[in-house]
T-cell receptor, first 113, second 114 residues
Framework: QKEVEQNSGPLSVPEGAIASLNCTYS??????FFWYRQYSGKSPELIMF????GDKEDGRFTAQLNKASQYVSLLIRDSQPSDSATYLC?????????????FGKGTKLSVKP | DVKVTQSSRYLVKRTGEKVFLECVQD?????MFWYRQDPGLGLRLIYF???????EKGDIPEGYSVSREKKERFSLILESASTNQTSMYLC?????????????FGPGTRLTVT
């Protein structure tokens, strides 16, 4: 069973700090990696995707991918209370059914004012 | 912007009723998905479809069926609703192609079966 693992949290950081969210995956051949943000009672919203090893930056968000270690992370700089949400990591496995993603159970982030 | 809409935000049904949940996307996506989300269990895939009239079982298809008669519309059917189907139901869609596959979600339907 291919898996995506995330620490469930809650991860608590003070306002203005860097929040670091981590995700590991079991399928070494995985190709595409996604981060979703989900506010309580709402649906997941895509915030980042990354396909290549290294860093990808978008505003205050940076996704980091290390395929050798099967590890993907999301950094949120200058964290704001509005960043408080659950963050889901998703992985497109190699050779998997068309378009299917494997989702982690999410990490709950709390940013304290 | 990708837009995925779902027919209801909240729904209350009685045990044994037949329930229809509809999902419509406006981006000409080939792939469409139905998930349910429960506390502590994460997102679980019920059914998916990669083309009109095509459907594939996900991880938890029991008690559900789907219909995709048009590319933009994917329906989830609870044949005889039971209390253990009380959940948040999420529809998503995505392109099919190299390097893509990012899924876009609708707002969700919170279904309560009493």
């Amino acid at each position: 069973q291919k898996e995506v693992e995330q620490n469930s949290g809650p991860l608590s950081v003070p306002e203005g700090a860097i929040a670091s969210l981590n995700c590991t995956y079991s399928d070494r051949g995985s190709q595409s990696f996604f981060w979703y943000r989900q506010y309580s009672g709402k649906s997941p919203e895509l915030i980042m995707f990354i396909y290549s090893n290294g860093d990808k930056e978008d505003g205050r968000f940076t996704a980091q991918l290390n395929k050798a270690s099967q590890y993907v992370s999301l950094l949120i700089r200058d964290s704001q209370p509005s960043d408080s949400a659950t963050y889901l990591c998703a992985v497109k496995e190699a050779g998997g059914s068309q378009g299917n993603l494997i989702f982690g159970k999410g990490t709950k982030l709390s940013v304290k004012p | 912007d990708v837009k995925v809409t779902q027919s209801s935000r909240y729904l209350v049904k009685r045990t044994g009723e037949k329930v229809f949940l509809e999902c419509v996307q406006d981006m000409d996506h080939e792939n469409m998905f139905w998930y349910r989300q429960d506390p502590g269990l994460g997102l679980r895939l019920i059914y998916f479809s990669y083309d009109v009239k095509m459907k594939e079982k996900g991880d938890i298809p029991e008690g559900y069926s789907v219909s995709r008669e048009k590319k933009e519309r994917f329906s989830l059917i609870l044949e005889s609703a039971s209390t253990n189907q009380t959940s948040m139901y999420l529809c998503a869609s995505s392109f099919h192609g190299q390097g893509g596959y990012e899924q876009y979600f609708g707002p969700g339907t919170r279904l309560t079966v009493t």
